[in-house]
């Protein structure tokens, strides 16, 4: 769905999860500060601005990224967890 054809319904439904998700702490993994910045979490603009397979397709991308480079940044367990943050979450798209 994109962003313009959101319903009224739809965006007070997402501005209550954004407030209560600005309460929880940030989390290099989960929640980082750097894309919590603002009315909406990036990931949740970058699904609202592209059809379902193309959002499947950037997690899929992000989940082989961080899996391909874990190794080389010192840290490595940073960068599985966020791999397999990608995973869940293409999981729950997925299963939706």
């Not at 959101?6 to 999860?17: E, F, G, S, V, Y």
């Not at 600005?22 to 989960?30: F, Q």
Request: glycine share 4%; hydrophobic share 30%.
């Amino acid at each position: 769905m994109s962003i313009d054809n959101a319903t009224p319904d739809q965006w007070d439904t997402m501005r209550k999860l954004n407030d209560l998700s600005i309460r929880k702490p940030a989390d290099p993994v989960t929640r980082p500060d750097h894309y919590n910045k603002g009315a909406i979490e990036a990931i949740e603009a970058i699904k609202a601005s592209m059809p379902e397979n193309e959002f499947r397709g950037y997690l899929k991308g992000n989940a082989l990224k961080y899996l391909w480079r874990y190794d080389y940044k010192g840290k490595p367990i940073e960068d599985l967890r966020k791999c397999r943050w990608y995973i869940d979450r293409l999981i729950e798209e997925v299963n939706q």
